[in-house]
């Protein structure tokens, strides 16, 4: 089996992208139905995964609605935000 090194430019790539999760939390504020139509909307998930979501964050206080880099999950955050749900990048 032949290794390829990898140069250092691409290495320097590899460690600036984190993984990062976008988190869903829980309020007493917004109805189901209308976070599962942002999980929908926003994060393009299914209907029944946008459901297991909104009740994952309602039972457990927060979810994991989505993972990318920073880049990724900034605009999301933000247009998640404007709708007024809780949501972290961590």
Not at 55 to 83: N, S
């Amino acid at each position: 089996m032949v290794k390829h090194k990898k140069s250092p430019s691409t290495l320097h790539q590899e460690s600036q992208t984190i993984i990062r999760e976008l988190i869903l939390f829980n309020d007493d504020v917004n109805t189901f139905d209308f976070v599962i139509e942002t999980l929908i909307e926003v994060c393009e998930h299914e209907p029944e995964q946008a459901e297991q979501c909104a009740m994952i964050a309602h039972f457990k206080g927060k979810c994991m609605v989505k993972t990318g880099d920073f880049v990724q999950l900034k605009p999301l955050f933000d247009e998640m935000t404007l709708r007024g749900l809780t949501v972290s990048i961590e």
